[in-house]
């Protein structure tokens, strides 16, 4: 039976679903006040449809009916419905429920969708949040009877991803599956999530016509730039002005109201007052519309009253199954010249391209298109998303995974949606298509107020770093890098590794350009003989031939020219820079000339090449080969930067994919038994874990806990040393102290019953110094280890990120130096290994100064491990080992101390 948290209303299984039609409706668990609406929704089926749900044609329903199906417990009975905004209300257009059957752990499911809502993908979606639910309460498998003339429902159960077993009772199909989310359920899922995220953004990108509603006739006006630029840049579709106090705007015929515009209105785009929103996009849906752009600020941005105004205005788009970008943003461009769409107040249209760019800042939005243009770099969209009540990266993402007109893909974002999703999303995007991350608005407000190590050194700019590592983004440090690097992937390909030559008419550039190499990681090759021999022919003059190759002032556009073809012959350059200074007899035009002619026998071999003109930046027009430019920077220093970027995403790409190891003997239910038995001996949250329950939960997943045993007296204590063995190692133990060493609680290596007593009484009476004897609630002894290096591996729940994994140096040490690296959870074992790679002292783990080298795998082991635990155990708020003492290879580890939260 589900307990009273059980049975109350839970809203967080509230939740907005894309259709494969690309229309978004919100699915939400059944109340009780849903009678009407179950009973108007019953009345609205056909004969058909009822036959196809009850098995028959039943009768009149009665309100007796009606609140016997819309009352569940939410835990043995579950019901979904589907709702879409009809009128001024909501209305139901479908319903999916499950009954727990009598063997606990599978449950009977069955549907009914309105007839003008068949095919459409919402019993795909039914389905999959109620197995979502199921999953939570303990049901592994899913039942259901399905008439044989009922392929619509056939078809959902089948091309879930669902392995359906079938077999005939009497007039029906007895379906029975797994509900176990296995990987090809779950790509399955993101593939329908991919399609209908698509579909969904085709009318705000591609609209056959656009309103803007509030265009004016003043000059300068929000409503009157938003005209002229989709007049002046040649939109193809139709538009419709709409202000009830004019009869045109810009020689076009204007409507009072969107509702009186005679054809349909794919797009509408919204600059009216904040007060005025809600009931103009309440009308768009009445319309039919099928996006909407809300310009308008004055949302949540303005304090609560405005953030209430802004969820108005989300539910009432979502109501209609409208998307929404906005509010309180700059609009949307679309370069394509299928529709050459300037949906945004800023009189710069960009030129075409191939770099999708979105930006949360409008005002970043408008220096971003400024830029963009006199870098002649090329758009190929641009969707300044404001607010993100509705579309965000998310969509954004998918939709340019599968976009022919974007290769490049560069973000301006101030905080995360829902980071999780982000992750999942980037990290399949990425492998196809650079991500380049501009990420402002970090605050370490969060991470002081935590309670362990981890959380405390978990900071924003830590966390972000991780999320952007794990899902394959480049993480730039500007925007002027950010263009940087953009024009370099956008024009050439990638590098296939690090070794780069340098070509230059003057030393001293050169030398800075050597030492950016250095300080970005990467190498100056060694010219071959044979390449050698081939530049000194093409010379024909007494110079030192080494990389750089400084040809000096008296070099020839020729020169220039032969020299980089025969670079880019060599295998081993993966890369080539040439630099060139204006202050000699050849003009930057000769050279740009030859750098073009030459660009084409690195286009021929696949590799970058990137010129530095001093005093020229972005895309010049002469710097073409074919259809692509090669990128020229102001100095040395931004063209070794940009290349390092693109060096680090080309090594992503070709890098393999980790997996979430599975680990057998792992005690899954006695762990999750320890927290529930924790939870009912308290009220209090959240809760520290004891060192019992601490040593067995480690257990349960295999991870080495030094033995520890409590002790309340100092005969105890002295018992208990005798038992492991000396030396030992004495602690306080104290529920309220969290760092023991910060009050002499910590005595190392005691190696007799004396030194036991004397610990147990140092440790007292430091703490009766300091006025917290009543705090000591005895002492914990355990077995002495020595040798090894330590590390810090901790957990902290971040409250946008979810799970993070800490791994770091450890000891007394660990929060002075705080050489730290973290991973979102789950980590794959490739996290786990780069996770450990990645921090400062690694070379304390490999052997250093004649050290043995540690038991690094063993360590990735323990990582994975604590991984597989958070994924159980969800209510660990907290988590550190500290320290972990790491022996020499083959030894494996020890946990020495740890701190578990638990809430």
């Given amino acids: 039976m589900p307990t009273e948290v059980e049975a109350k209303y839970p809203s967080r299984y509230e939740t907005e679903v894309l259709l494969k039609s690309g229309q978004k409706i919100m699915l939400r668990p059944i109340r009780r006040d849903d009678t009407g609406r179950w009973l108007s929704f ?11 749900r009850f098995h028959y044609i039943p009768k009149e329903f009665t309100e007796e009916d009606a609140l016997r199906y819309c009352t569940v417990d939410y835990y043995n009975t579950f019901a979904f419905v589907a709702e879409i905004r009809q009128g001024q209300r909501n209305e139901i257009i479908a319903i999916g429920r499950y009954y727990r059957l009598p063997t606990q752990i599978s449950a009977e499911v069955s549907f009914a969708i309105e007839d003008n809502y068949q095919d459409v993908g919402i019993g795909t979606k039914l389905l999959e949040w109620l197995a979502n639910v199921a999953r939570d309460n303990g049901i592994t498998s899913f039942e259901a009877e399905v008439l044989p003339g009922n392929e619509l429902m056939l078809m959902v159960f089948r091309d879930f991803g669902f392995h359906v077993t079938s077999q005939h009772a009497g007039d029906v199909l007895r379906l029975t599956f797994p509900i176990a989310r296995t990987k090809r359920v779950e790509q399955k899922e993101q593939e329908r999530e991919r399609i209908s995220t698509v579909n969904s953004l085709k009318y705000l990108l591609y609209p056959r016509s656009v309103a803007v509603i509030g265009a004016s006739r003043k000059p300068g006006s929000i409503g009157q730039l938003l005209m002229e630029q989709l007049i002046r840049n040649d939109y193809c579709g139709v538009v419709y002005p709409i202000n009830p106090n004019t009869e045109s705007v810009m020689a076009v015929k204007a409507y009072p109201s969107i509702t009186d515009v005679p054809g349909t209105v794919d797009l509408a785009i919204i600059a009216v007052p904040a007060p005025f929103v809600s009931r103009v996009a309440d009308e768009c849906g009445q319309k039919g519309v099928r996006a909407i752009v809300v310009i308008s600020d004055g949302f949540k941005e303005r304090g ?11 539910d009432i788009t979502l109501g209609h199954g409208m998307r929404l970008v906005g509010p309180n943003c700059m609009g949307i461009i679309n370069t394509d010249p299928a529709v050459r769409l300037n949906g945004t107040f800023s009189r710069i249209y960009p030129p075409q391209g191939n770099v999708a760019f979105l930006s949360q800042s409008g005002a970043m939005g408008l220096v971003i298109l400024d830029y963009a243009r006199n870098v002649n770099l090329g758009i190929s969209t641009f969707i300044s998303v404001g607010n993100r009540a509705d579309i965000s990266a998310n969509d954004l993402l998918q939709y340019w995974e599968q976009d022919s007109q974007t290769r490049v893909i560069l973000l301006y974002m101030e905080s995360f949606g829902n980071p999780r999703h982000f992750s999942r999303i980037a990290r399949r995007v990425s492998t196809k298509k650079p991500i380049l991350v501009v990420k402002s608005g970090s605050t370490e407000a969060g991470s002081r107020a935590a309670s362990s190590h981890t959380g405390a050194m978990a900071t924003p700019e830590i966390v972000s770093d991780a999320l952007f590592r794990q899902a394959g983004i480049t993480r730039i440090n500007s925007v002027e890098e950010l263009f940087d690097v953009a024009i370099l992937l956008a024009n050439q390909p990638l590098p296939r590794g690090r070794k780069v030559a340098i070509v230059t008419n003057g030393g001293g550039p050169g030398i800075m350009a050597a030492d950016a190499c250095t300080r970005q990681g990467l190498a100056l090759t060694e010219l071959s003989e044979q390449t050698r021999k081939a530049l000194k022919a093409a010379i024909k003059r007494d110079i030192s031939i080494n990389n750089p190759i400084d040809v000096t002032a008296a070099a020839s556009p020729e020169e220039f020219e032969a020299i980089l073809k025969i670079l880019a012959e060599d295998p081993e350059v993966d890369a080539a820079l040439t630099m060139f200074i204006p202050a000699t007899a050849i003009g930057p035009e000769e050279m740009q000339v030859a750098v073009s002619r030459a660009a084409l026998a690195f286009q021929k071999q696949d590799k970058p090449l990137l010129a530095c003109f001093i005093g020229q930046r972005g895309v010049q027009r002469k710097l073409a080969s074919g259809k692509r430019f090669v990128p020229s920077y102001l100095f040395p220093e931004d063209a070794v930067v940009a290349l390092a970027r693109a060096v680090e995403h080309g090594e992503m790409v070709r890098k393999p994919r980790g997996v979430v190891p599975h680990f057998k003997g792992i ?16 009220t209090r949250r959240p809760i ?17 806990f030094v033995p520890t045993l409590i002790a309340r007296t100092a005969d105890k204590a002295v018992d208990i040393a005798k038992e492991l063995g000396f030396p030992v190692v004495v ?7 969290t760092h023991k060493t910060d009050v002499g609680g910590v005595v190392l290596d005691v190696k007799n019953e004396p030194g036991v007593r004397k610990a147990f009484a140092d440790i007292k009476g430091k703490l009766a110094a300091i006025g917290k004897a009543e705090e000591m609630e005895g002492v914990t002894v355990q077995r002495y280890v020595t040798g090894g290096v330590e590390a810090i591996v901790g957990v902290t729940q971040n409250p946008t990120f979810g ?30 290994r780069e996770q450990i790679d990645s921090i400062k002292a690694v070379k304390l783990f490999e052997g250093f100064r004649g050290a043995p080298p540690a038991d690094k795998p063993a360590l990735e082991e323990l990582l994975l491990r604590l991984s597989a635990m958070v994924e159980d155990v969800k209510e660990i708020a907290e988590l550190d080992l500290n320290p972990v003492k790491v022996m020499p290879q083959g030894e494996g580890y ?8 638990v809430k």
């Avoid at 009253?305 to 989300?314: S, Y």
């Avoid at 602690?731 to 102290?737: A, D, F, G, R």
């Fill in 731 to 737: 602690k306080l133990h104290s529920s309220t102290i």
């Fill in 42 to 52: 019953i009345n609205r089926l056909s004969d058909n449809t009822k036959y196809l």
């Fill in 894 to 901: 020890w946990v020495v101390d740890a701190r578990i939260l």
């Fill in 688 to 704: 520290w874990l004891s060192e019992e329950e601490i040593a067995e939960l480690l257990a349960c997943y295999g991870i080495r």
């Fill in 304 to 314: 609560p009253e405005g953030a209430a105004r802004e969820n108005e205005l989300r």
């Fill in 803 to 832: 799970p993070l994994i800490m791994f770091g140096l450890g000891g007394v040490y660990a929060e002075l130096f705080k050489d730290v690296a973290l991973r979102l959870h789950p980590l794959t074992d490739l996290d786990a």
């Fill in 667 to 682: 005690k899954r239910e006695r762990a999750q038994e320890i927290i529930r038995e924790v939870m009912q001996r308290s």
